[in-house]
């Protein structure tokens, strides 16, 4: 079992940044690949980012691909999002996924993952 503790949302003015941050717990997060989900209200859960085992290989939303960086250490257990550049539109929830693939094949799907957190409000005022 994998427990995902996300951190680091907030309130921020538009053109600002935040750094989110996914904490696993578990001796085999090394050989997880990570993804990053969002949920805004009255809308489906939708793909931001996402990350292989190794951290070689990045998969990013259209949507955020400038704005946003995926990175993952596997020393500390954990998946960084660095949200940048933010818009109205990016306010969310946001929520960090497992997937025991190092390689998720389809990672923009959110059934490929086995586990998730609770997430991490970002709101962005205009």
């Known amino acids: 079992q994998v427990q995902l503790v996300e951190s680091g949302g907030g309130m921020v003015q538009a053109g600002g940044s935040l750094r989110l941050s996914c904490a696993a717990s578990g001796r085999s997060f090394s050989s997880y690949s990570m993804g990053w989900f969002r949920q805004a209200p009255g809308k489906e859960r939708e793909f931001v980012a996402a990350?292989?085992?190794?951290?070689?290989?990045?998969y990013y939303a259209d949507s955020v691909k400038g704005r946003f960086t995926i990175s993952k250490d596997n020393a500390k257990n954990t998946v960084y999002l660095q949200i940048g550049l933010l818009k109205y539109e990016d306010t969310a929830l946001y929520y960090c996924a497992a997937s025991t693939a190092s390689i998720v094949r389809n990672a923009r799907n959110w059934l490929q993952y086995d586990y998730w957190g609770q997430g991490t409000q970002v709101t962005v005022s205009s």
């Open positions: 990350i292989s085992s190794s951290g070689v290989i990045l």
